[in-house]
């Protein structure tokens, strides 16, 4: 009889929290302008000079072979939800880019200049401490061309481009612009 009694009062609760409205400090009020002039000035090329680099470094099919398919985490830029999404692929690059010396340096500059701009809160200095100066980045040897890791911070880098173009164009529409958090 006693548990009965608990499951009705812990059962209440639990279910208001499931229907009030949740409200998470990614989804605070942002100036929308603010955002789109800092991504097209220094974001934008930032991230394009990542893709660049990683698709001149790497084939484009190496990361197409059946080994590597069916184990990628895919990153969705949710309508309605589009800086949450940015801020969760921002966090992700941050996370791949650990084992991958090569793009350390970029995913900082790129995590450092989306966190000021989005205010993510998710950027890791000490993971990066040890990058220094940026320079260049290296030809893989031969045996390192293809592997997970790169594989994974490719498909993270490409969904982070595609949804940050997806907040530009709908930041052109000023009704859609609303509803973004």
């Not at 608990?6 to 929290?17: A, V």
Request: aromatic share 8%; hydrophobic share 35%.
């Amino acid at each position: 009889m006693l548990n009965v009694f608990f499951r009705c009062i812990f059962g209440i609760p639990s279910l208001m929290l499931v229907l009030l409205p949740s409200t998470s400090p990614a989804c605070e009020r942002r100036d929308m302008t603010v955002i789109i002039e800092n991504y097209k000035r220094v974001i934008q090329k930032e991230v394009e000079h990542m893709e660049n680099t990683s698709d001149q470094l790497f084939r484009k099919n190496c990361c197409q072979s059946e080994e590597f398919k069916n184990r990628y985490i895919l990153y969705t830029c949710n309508d309605t939800m589009e800086i949450s999404s940015l801020c969760k692929m921002q966090c992700a690059m941050q996370n791949q880019a650990k084992r991958l010396k090569n793009f350390r340096c970029m995913v900082y500059q790129v995590s450092q200049n989306s966190d000021t701009t989005l205010k993510c809160g998710c950027l890791k200095p000490s993971l990066f401490s040890q990058t220094g100066a940026c320079g260049t980045v290296s030809q893989p040897s031969a045996k390192k061309k293809c592997f997970f890791a790169l594989c994974q911070l490719m498909k993270t880098i490409s969904s982070f481009s595609s949804c940050w173009k997806k907040l530009v164009h709908l930041s052109q529409n000023k009704t859609l612009l609303e509803n973004i958090c």
